[in-house]
């Protein structure tokens, strides 16, 4: 059985993780950290009834994956709140799947660095969709065809949303620059004066419940091909970390830091 914890454990993602580790052959759910509803039942708290496993507040975080013996940690909180989470986590020598998004360049750093200093294994993603890996690929072979096309990035998310633009944005960006021989600047929206050079512009909406939507533009003189994905429901980043935190428990896989790539073999 793998012991699995949750950090950030009643959020929209955690509760959802929380249910599909509750319904894993292979799992036990051994914890849940969060700020909110602290001492409540996990089981009440995802429906299903008392699961005797309490909600854990973040300052806790080491005695409890001591005590429970948590084999993984599976973050999906604000980055700030990750960094630390993960900084624990290393010293505990638990492996790590995080999804939480908005890490700046030097939370980034910071991650990496606690990550193989302590020889952990760890997933991070800003996408654990299938679907959403594919489409990488796809706009990786695009690029290679269309480096001089213009290239732009829409993506939609819910209100709630808190970070601008998403993980998944950014990534799509990075990949782009990747097949490219020389980079191009990214820059966030339009506004007054704003002549088009060779920038890849990002844009981001916010409304209502929309779950998370990306497009890209390749937009040359005459013709546009545009490679879009949309996730219908956040199942979907769910089974992926879940799918990530049964792949880093086993036992061939070294300590490192690992992408939604290697979990999928693409
Ligand atoms: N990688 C993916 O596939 C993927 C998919 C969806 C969302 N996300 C990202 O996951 C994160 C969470 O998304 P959400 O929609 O579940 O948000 P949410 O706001 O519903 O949940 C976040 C939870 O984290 C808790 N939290 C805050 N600080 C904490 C701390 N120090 N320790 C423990 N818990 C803490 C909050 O109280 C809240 O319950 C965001 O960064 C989002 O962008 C990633």
Partial sequence: ????????????MGTLIEQNVLSADDMEL?????????????????????LGIN????????????????????????????????????????????????FTPKQQQQNEENIKKSKIKAVIAPNFSTGVNVFLKLIEEATKHLHNYDIEI??????????????????AAETINQQLKEEKPIIY???????????????????????????IIFAGNGER???????HSR??????????????????????IYGIKDVLNL
Avoid at 30 to 48: H, K, P, S, T, Y
Avoid at 154 to 171: F, V
Avoid at 225 to 231: D, L, P, S, W, Y
Wanted: aromatic fraction near 2%.
């Fill in 154 to 171: 829409i993506e939609a998310h819910h209100n709630q949303k808190r970070d601008a633009p998403s993980g998944t944005a950014i990534k």
């Fill in 55 to 102: 909600v854990t507040h973040p300052d806790n975080l080491s005695t409890e994956l001591k005590r429970t013996r948590t084999d993984v940690l599976i973050d999906f909180t604000i980055a700030d709140a990750a960094v630390k989470t993960i900084e624990t986590a290393c010293k505990s020598k638990v492996n790590l799947v995080v999804g939480t998004t908005g």
């Fill in 235 to 256: 199942q979907t980043f769910a089974a992926g970390a879940i799918n990530a935190a049964r792949w880093i428990s086993r036992e061939e896989i070294p300590p490192g």
């Fill in 30 to 50: 051994v914890a849940g950290f969060d700020l909110a509803r602290v001492g409540e039942d996990i089981g009440n708290i995802v429906g299903g009834g008392a």
């Fill in 225 to 231: 091909i545009e490679i879009k994905h949309q996730a």
């Fill in 1 to 12: 059985m793998i012991r699995v914890a949750v950090s950030g454990a009643c959020g929209r």
């Fill in 189 to 215: 929206g339009r506004h007054g004066l704003a002549p088009r050079r060779s920038e890849i512009a990002i844009h981001a909406v916010r409304g209502g419940d929309i779950v998370g939507d990306h497009t």
